[in-house]
Nanobody, 126 residues
Framework: QVQPVESGGGLVQAGESLRLSCAAS????????VGWFRQAPGKEREFVAA???????SYSDSVKGRFIISKDYAKNTVFLQMNSLKPEDTAAYYC????????????????????WGQGTQVTVSS
């Protein structure tokens, strides 16, 4: 059973930074894409960033230039470095793993995520 586990959320002020981590047993991140998503209260879940198995990345327009997704292959962990945080970044953040082994990047069509973590809360005060 694959179980992603997120950590690193918290309460910060606007302009500060946080780094989220996603670790998972049962799946090697060097062979699968990993994505970060977020969901704010009363809103639909939205894509934030993704990293392909070989290191290719993609970002939503709302975080491009502020967030960085990366992998630590030795620790089998994916990070989301969030800089210049804004109050509108407040949400529960989830990581998820691709169901396809070594999916070509960029993905066509979209990545299909099959295992999701429980989420970590990020709150940005103004």
């Amino acid at each position: 059973q694959v179980q992603p586990v997120e950590s690193g959320g918290g309460l910060v002020q606007a302009g500060e930074s946080l780094r989220l981590s996603c670790a998972a047993s049962g799946r090697t991140f060097s062979d699968y894409a990993v994505g970060w998503f977020r969901q704010a209260p009363g809103k639909e879940r939205e894509f934030v960033a993704a990293c392909g198995w070989s290191g290719g990345t993609s970002y939503s327009d709302s975080v491009k230039g502020r967030f960085i997704i990366s992998k630590d292959y030795a620790k089998n962990t994916v990070f989301l470095q969030m800089n210049s945080l804004k109050p509108e970044d407040t949400a529960a953040y989830y990581c998820a793993t691709d169901r396809v082994f070594r999916r070509p990047w960029p993905p066509e069509p979209e990545v299909e995520y099959d295992y999701w973590g429980q989420g970590t809360q990020v709150t940005v005060s103004s």
